[in-house]
């Protein structure tokens, strides 16, 4: 696992332990520290799923804090998470809670905020520094299959950062077929391999474009259902695009959002159980 965040912010929250170049900076929230109420409590920073608007308004403020601890005037700029694979380019002036799932940045002190409750934050970072980028991919989102429509699009959310993401490293010179090999990866928590029971379409979704994705699903108890490791299947795709240096999430018990019910929210866990699941937010900037 990720190291505790120092600083005396909650001890649940997550550095990435990844070789992250100076003045990169990342965070990875949990439920821990905020005021939310059941079934929110306490950090929930989603504004979409029933919370008490003024409790999210306060969360959002205490992350916006923890970030300004680190880089003074840096400012988080969440989005609105729809499984889909577009890309935003966040700037200062950036609106807040646009219908994007990846986000990329150059410039300093605009924080990439990528909110889940089940689905895998992908956090990028140039080894230069001068570009760092984000995103949201639950299985849709990974597998080029976002709703509404029947068949994989070209590419999958992480195909698009990439593609978002190298061309900011180029216009800031630091561009070039070595892109892949000078950028670090982080995955954050997500629901587990022992928790994620899914169909045979979703299967399908991703040996049509890589049979050797057959590897991370495994039988469920369910006849014709699967086990499927999302950050396994995360971890395959930045391979196909030459990103081998990979941190964080290898599909072990201790990242599941699923099987750590004090730790992290969970959609899937809590949504029917509960009525409603709280988000936490992972986080990267330029300092």
Not at 117 to 125: G, I, M, T
Not at 221 to 245: V, Y
């Amino acid at each position: 696992m990720s190291t505790a965040c120092p600083d005396a912010l909650p001890e649940s929250w997550l550095v990435p332990d990844w070789p992250a170049p100076p003045g990169v900076h990342a965070l990875c929230t949990s439920r821990e520290g905020g005021v939310s109420r059941a079934p929110w409590g306490s950090l929930n920073l989603g504004d979409h799923v029933g919370d008490e608007p003024a409790a999210v308004r306060a969360n959002r403020l205490r992350l916006q804090e923890a970030v300004r601890a680190r880089t003074p005037g840096a400012c988080t700029v969440f989005l609105q998470q729809v499984h889909g694979v577009d890309v935003a380019v966040l700037a200062p002036d950036s609106a807040q809670g646009r219908p994007f799932d990846a986000c990329v940045t150059r410039d300093p002190g605009v924080v990439c905020t990528i909110m889940v409750a089940d689905c895998l934050p992908v956090l990028l970072a140039h080894r230069s520094g001068a570009v760092v980028g984000a995103a949201h991919a639950g299985w849709r989102g990974l597998a080029g299959m976002p709703p509404g429509h029947g068949q994989p699009l070209a590419g999958g959310v992480i195909e698009t950062l990439f593609a978002r993401f190298a061309g900011e490293a180029d216009a800031a010179g630091q561009g070039g077929e070595q892109v892949a090999g000078q950028t670090l990866a982080w995955l954050g928590p997500c629901i587990g391999p022992r928790h994620f029971e899914v169909g045979p379409e979703v299967r399908e979704a991703f040996l049509s474009r890589d049979a050797e994705a057959a590897r991370h699903f495994q039988p469920a108890h369910r006849p014709g259902k699967f086990l499927a490791d999302l950050a396994q299947l995360a971890r395959q795709r930045l391979a196909a695009l030459g990103i081998m240096a990979v941190y964080g999430n290898d599909g072990s018990d201790g990242w599941c959002t699923v099987g750590n019910a004090s730790r992290f929210f969970s959609h899937r866990r809590d949504g029917a159980a509960l009525g409603a699941s709280g988000r936490f937010a992972a986080c990267i900037w330029r300092g």
